[in-house]
């Protein structure tokens, strides 16, 4: 690892103050949870035309069920990973407001982080295509008829996950938004940085005057354009080295 470069970053932390993480699916990698895009990734097994589209879900939402009923099984069986763990550490520490994710894995908030803002939703909630009726996922006036979840009004549920074509939760997006104008710094760990209109918020905060920390095995569309430290590697070797080096520092 470039220690000039990790300094910095953990310089950038102790001077700025008040910053936010923003997350994707690379960080939960190393706990088990795969990527998309990655050659090892979801997209690789799983066509994303077929499974990650909201027409698709209205087409044939068994099919998509049985997707998320693996995932699901993923989730429960993961634990947060040294890369959750810094990122909770720093909310702890006063260093950062939250964390702003794509992940629906709940990781970050397993691995203590309080403001956890998921711009693509989680797992742990279903809703109604039909009704727009929204329940949790262990209200019993669910049906789960064969094993599938039945709306009150006899439609299939959809998890709360936000698929292709699927607007985000205003409320979330626009808070986190908010979040990120504030920021003084952003920390953005394992994302492609290429799904719209998540994509948006790193440049927006840079725009704001925020100093964007990425790290990523790999460089990513946001690395030549808006990224002022760009730390290569593991986000779960990174993380902790950011956090140790900030406690040093302070
Ligand atoms: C590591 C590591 C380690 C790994 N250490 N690094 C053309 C242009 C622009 C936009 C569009 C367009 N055509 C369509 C759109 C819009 C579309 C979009 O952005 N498409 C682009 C892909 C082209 N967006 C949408 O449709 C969004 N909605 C929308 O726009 O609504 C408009 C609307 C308004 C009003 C009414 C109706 C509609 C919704 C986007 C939803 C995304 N959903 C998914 C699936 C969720 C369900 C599921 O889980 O199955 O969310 S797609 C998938 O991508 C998932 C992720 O959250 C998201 C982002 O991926 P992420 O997290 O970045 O993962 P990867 O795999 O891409 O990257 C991992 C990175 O980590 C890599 O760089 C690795 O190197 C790295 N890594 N391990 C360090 N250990
Ligand atoms: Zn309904």
Known sequence: ?????????????????????????????????????????????????????????RKNPKKIWEFFFLREKEFNQAVPNPGHTALAELENLNYIDGIITQNIDRLHSRAGNKNVYELHGSVGELVCLECSR??????????????????????????????????????????????????????????????????????????????????????????SSITDVFLQGRVEEILPLIVENVKKMS
């Open 134 to 223: 929204r329940y949790k996922r262990e209200d019993s006036s669910v049906d789960w008829k064969e094993s599938f979840p039945y709306c009150q009004c006899g439609e299939i549920l959809k998890p709360s996950v936000v698929l292709f074509g699927e607007a985000l939760p205003h409320d979330v997006f626009n808070m986190a938004i908010e979040i990120a104008l504030k920021s003084k710094f952003m920390i953005v760990a394992g994302t492609s940085g290429i799904v719209y209109p998540a994509a948006q918020i790193p440049y927006m905060a840079k725009r704001n005057g925020s100093f964007i920390i990425e790290a990523n095995m790999e460089a990513t569309p946001l690395t």
């Open 1 to 57: 690892m470039d220690e000039k470069k990790l300094k910095l970053a953990a310089k950038s932390i102790l001077e700025k103050k008040k910053g936010i993480g923003f997350t994707g699916a690379g960080i939960s990698t190393a706990s088990g949870v795969p990527d998309f895009r990655s050659p090892t990734g979801i997209w690789a097994q799983y066509n994303p035309r077929e499974y990650a589209y909201i027409d698709s879900f």
